[in-house]
């Protein structure tokens, strides 16, 4: 198993509103990623866990909060977002084993979210 | 951190080689560089790194400049399938490590 599942993939919310996107990975990797991508822009780091520690947090606001209850699961939960938050978050997961030549990024598709 | 620079576009005839380069002057000695391709906004998808030395696999050949300043993706016959975004990416190690996209070229390969 090579994939990352994201979901839900599109998730539309009201600026009041709290949601959580999910990201499962079976692949044994023990780093976990958030990105997010607008429209026409690459991919911006937003965290990164490191054996389901939070080892890089890239002044990200708070209302967006990252949880990772274990080495598969990746959550971002999300409350009172705004309109310019509408964005595609991408998860990615790593090995994460001591580094070196085998270390890669394996991506999921994505939730598209919009923020109304 | 390291970082990276692309030609925003480029175009390419189907069946011909895709070169795309990729400016990383600032890169350290341990800093590694990865190619992904994006279509359609889906999640990017790995094509090849390397560190000093040339690479192939069954995608690509990654071309890397003797001072490691820059670096060339080798598409060698592309077809449609391989119009997308082609992002050029760091990875930095601190600790843990950070992948930093560059600003990607869009290549559009031409029937």
């Known amino acids: 198993d090579t994939e990352v599942t994201q979901t839900p993939k599109h998730l539309v919310m009201g600026m009041t509103n709290k949601k959580s996107l999910k990201c499962e990975q079976h692949?044994?990797?023990?780093?976990m990623y958030w990105y997010k991508q607008k429209a026409k822009k690459p991919p911006e780091l937003m965290f990164v866990?490191?054996?389901?520690?939070?080892?890089i947090n890239e002044s990200v606001p708070s209302r967006f909060s990252p949880e990772c209850p274990n080495s598969s699961l990746l959550n971002l939960h999300l409350h009172a977002l705004q309109p310019e938050d509408s964005a595609l978050y991408l998860c990615?997961?790593?090995?994460?084993?001591?580094?070196?030549?085998?270390?890669?990024?394996?991506f999921g598709s994505g939730t598209q979210l919009s923020v109304l | 951190d390291a970082k990276t620079t692309q030609p925003p576009s480029m175009d390419c005839a189907e069946g011909r080689a895709a070169n795309l380069p990729c400016n990383h002057s600032?890169?350290?000695?341990?800093?590694?560089v990865y190619w992904y391709r994006q279509i359609h906004s889906q999640g990017p998808q790995y094509i090849i790194h390397?560190?000093?030395n040339n690479e192939t696999n069954e995608m690509a050949s990654l071309i890397i400049t003797e001072d490691r300043k820059s670096s060339t993706l080798i598409l060698p016959h592309a077809t449609l399938r391989d119009t997308a975004v082609y992002y050029c990416?760091?990875?930095?190690?601190?600790?843990?490590?950070?992948?930093?996209f560059g600003t990607g070229t869009r290549l559009k390969v031409l029937a």
């Open positions: 990615a997961s790593s090995p994460d084993h001591g580094g070196g030549f085998n270390e890669k990024l394996f």
């Open positions: 692949m044994g990797h023990r780093a």
């Open positions: 866990y490191s054996y389901e520690k939070l080892s």
């Open positions: 600032t890169i350290s000695g341990n800093e590694y």
């Open positions: 390397g560190l000093k």
């Open positions: 990416i760091v990875r930095v190690t601190s600790g843990t490590y950070k992948y930093i």
